[in-house]
């Protein structure tokens, strides 16, 4: 059959592409982007979940939309189940989000997104490479200070900020840090580690948060709890928390250069040639071979240049390949055999392959 003709609101907002701040980063070995995220509710309004359609909800973006004088409106009710998919890979909006949400407010960088009725009424989420996790959590605040001067949220001086999941309440904080685990991975250590961090509040989840699987060997470090700590408390947590990872990360890539470097070597050579000359590539395969070509990079093993392991990671997600077929509106049988064919064609292309 014919390549499908998706809709197009996404594509000509420029969201097929890396976002603008994730473009201009540069990569550590271990720590990926970073994201922080406020729940907010409206005061005397319903939660999302118990609304009986928008209106009651219409008079607060009247009044929010005065502030957010820059950024881009995107609803979901405009968009296809492709699109959707992109922004969630482009970690715009949550999968959640996708199948409940009304409209999202988006920065034009793309480093900030604002969800309006997800769980909440209100998830306002700040994102970045290589910054510090307390200027993110400054620049969500700044926002919410902003968006706070319009309207009335749902607060309590006992219990703090009211939350659709109780699990919310108090901050309404979330903050989380990618993490490139491949050595501890490995070495087994990644259930020991994800038991130790549940003691302190702390869960280690997969790219996309709650309920998704690790791709890459690539974790999402992030707190759990939000009642009885500061805002600053949680942060600070998360750093020390994150550096002690990073830590023990290094010092099992240490252990693998002395204690395995020949199968270290092999892994990451044979993901290089899959990668440059293999002509049909699932999702997973292709992450796990970007992994090893990320692990080989900062080990010195294999030089590479123009390799970006974060914006390949992304470029290979399936809502990116699609948009990629759609562009060439090509002749296919099986939409799965085409995505995998487009994700070899894709990798081959970057290292300069066949």
Request: proline share 4%.
């Amino acid at each position: 059959m014919k390549s499908r003709r998706w809709n197009r609101q996404v594509m000509m907002m420029g969201y097929d592409h890396i976002s603008p701040w994730m473009q201009e980063s540069e990569e550590l070995p271990v720590e990926m982007s970073a994201r922080v995220r406020l729940a907010r509710n409206v005061s005397h309004l319903p939660f999302p979940y118990m609304m009986k359609g928008n209106d009651a909800i219409a008079p607060v973006l009247e009044k929010l939309e005065k502030t957010l004088t820059g950024y881009r409106r995107v609803e979901m009710s405009g968009l296809q189940f492709e699109d959707k998919a992109l922004l969630v890979e482009k970690h715009l909006v949550s999968p959640l989000f996708t199948k409940q949400g009304l409209l999202s407010y988006i920065s034009e960088d793309e480093s900030v997104s604002i969800m309006v009725n997800e769980e909440d009424h209100l998830r306002i989420q700040t994102m970045g490479v290589g910054l510090p996790m307390m200027d993110l959590y400054r620049k969500a605040d700044a926002i919410d200070d902003m968006l706070e001067s319009e309207v009335d949220y749902a607060f309590d001086e006992k219990y703090g900020y009211l939350t659709a999941c109780p699990t919310n309440v108090g901050t309404g904080l979330r903050a989380s840090v990618m993490l490139h685990l491949p050595a501890l991975a490995f070495g087994s250590r990644i259930q020991p580690l994800s038991a130790n961090l549940s003691r302190f509040g702390f869960t280690l989840r997969g790219i996309y948060g709650e309920g998704s699987v690790p791709l890459g060997h690539i974790y999402q470090l992030s707190n759990q709890l939000t009642l009885g700590q500061t805002e600053e408390e949680i942060i600070n947590n998360l750093d020390e928390l994150k550096e002690r990872i990073v830590e023990e990360e290094m010092e099992m890539r240490s252990w693998l250069e002395s204690e395995h470097l020949l199968e270290v070597k092999d892994s990451v050579y044979r993901s290089y040639g899959l990668l440059k000359h293999a002509y049909r590539m699932p999702l997973k395969e292709a992450a796990k071979c970007l992994s090893d070509l990320k692990l080989g990079t900062d080990l010195n093993l294999i030089e590479l240049e123009g390799f970006q392991f974060q914006k390949w990671i992304q470029l290979i997600q399936p809502a990116f390949i699609k948009m990629r077929l759609n562009e060439k509106d090509i002749e296919i049988t099986s939409l799965e055999h085409a995505v995998e064919e487009e994700r070899a064609a894709l990798m081959r292309q970057l290292l300069g392959g066949e």
